[in-house]
């Protein structure tokens, strides 16, 4: 290494702080939605094991129609929260 990059090294370990992150905050697959989301993501859960169970078709296009809910219903979630965070 050149006296250079020395240099620039010590300096910043002096002037630039450390963060600490924990592990739970780093990871972004546990989000916290609202009630109205968790209900639809539980609705879905039951009918995908109905459907999965069952071999009639309403119940795979029940499936199908909370599905589509639930994602447009995340996705309006993520929409607002990025509006929130642009204002």
């Known amino acids: 290494m050149s ?26 697959g546990n989000r916290h939605y609202p009630c109205y989301i968790r209900k639809l993501l539980h609705a879905k859960a039951v009918a995908w094991k109905r459907q999965k169970i069952s071999t009639l078709e309403t119940d795979k296009l029940t499936y199908k129609l909370i599905a589509s809910k639930c994602s447009a219903a995340i996705k309006k979630y993520h929409a607002a929260q990025e509006l929130e965070l642009i204002r």
Request: glycine share 0%; aromatic share 8%; net charge positive.
């Open 3 to 28: 006296a250079f990059t020395n240099i620039l090294n010590n300096l910043v370990e002096l002037y630039v702080p450390v963060v600490h992150t924990s592990a739970k905050h780093v990871s972004r």
